[in-house]
């Protein structure tokens, strides 16, 4: 684990997706991005879905954000998105920390996209009847614009919610909305971000670490992996790419000013990255996880 001030810190890979390449390139042609993403006969390319675990000892906090696609498939659309989930990855983790599910204090939902947040409820029983959650005392932090957002999504991005994945949180009473990055209550040495060219009210959390370390940034979809750093090479799933495109170039030159890890939510090889700037161009410098 990397250890950020009080934080230790991993990303875990809950699994495997394939999305198609098109689409997570946007405009970018695709005799341009095959090359760093060669994809499969069906024109999918393969991405990791990663679930960030964090531990603050002082604070006893345990937190995770985001956790992958769950294990609530049907056969038919498990193939179509060519779904793998690694059952247990997050109980696994955990327990090598000597936790449990039920150890968990905080879970940040970064937006309610199948891929980042089927892995928070469980069937109940029957598959397709009721669900449960799956770190029942854990309080679930999203901002309340996306909350709202995800119950009435557009035409053009309801394909990407799963109103199962989620219905369990308001009956449960473990919804902790974000109004406000700047909002008093939260998580101990964690600020938030906001962002909202991927979808409404992206939640990023950033971990501090303090004096003399640095900061570890969760990017979300913002830049879903290292092969998005080009500021313009925004997913065609993006609702308002342009919007995306500003917040990158916003997010780069934070960077390049702070010098805050990054970790990403689908890189298939990189979790933890430190970025090097060429003028202001990002790419890899170190991989710490
Ligand atoms: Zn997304």
């Known amino acids: 684990m990397l250890q950020v001030g009080p934080w230790r810190i991993q990303s875990v890979v809950t699994g495997h997706v394939r999305l198609d390449g098109g689409a997570m390139f946007g405009v970018v042609p695709r005799v341009v991005w095959e090359r760093l993403t060669p994809p499969d006969e ?82 109940e029983a029957a598959p397709g009847g009721a669900t449960r959650l799956r770190f029942p005392k854990a309080r679930h932090w999203i901002t309340r614009r996306h909350w709202d957002h995800a119950r009435a999504p557009t035409l053009r991005d309801r394909a990407s919610f799963f109103p199962h994945d989620f219905a369990a949180l308001e009956p449960a009473g473990v919804l902790a909305f974000v109004d406000d990055p700047h909002q008093a209550e939260g998580i101990p040495d964690v600020n938030w971000q906001i962002s909202s060219g991927h979808t409404p009210g992206q939640l990023l959390p950033r971990f501090n670490g303090g004096s003399g370390e640095r900061d570890v940034l969760f990017v979300g979809d913002l830049v879903p992996t290292t092969a998005h750093l080009p500021p313009a090479w925004v997913m065609a799933y993006d609702l308002v790419p342009l919007t995306t495109l500003a917040e990158r170039v916003a997010l780069w030159k934070q960077c390049r000013e702070d010098d805050f890890l990054v970790t990403f939510p689908h890189d298939p090889q990189h979790g933890i990255v430190r970025l090097a700037f060429e003028q202001d161009r990002p790419q890899i410098g170190e991989v710490l996880g």
């Open 42 to 123: 069906k024109h999918r390319i393969l991405l990791a879905t990663r679930t960030l675990l964090a531990v603050h000892d002082r604070a006893q906090r345990v937190v995770l954000v985001d956790t992958g696609t769950g294990h609530k498939w049907e056969p038919a659309l498990a193939e179509r998105y060519g779904v793998e989930p690694i059952p247990a990855a997050i109980e696994a983790a955990l327990a090598r920390l000597d936790l449990g599910p039920d150890d968990v204090t905080d879970l940040v939902v970064t937006h309610l996209h199948f891929d980042h947040c089927g892995g928070m409820t469980e069937w």
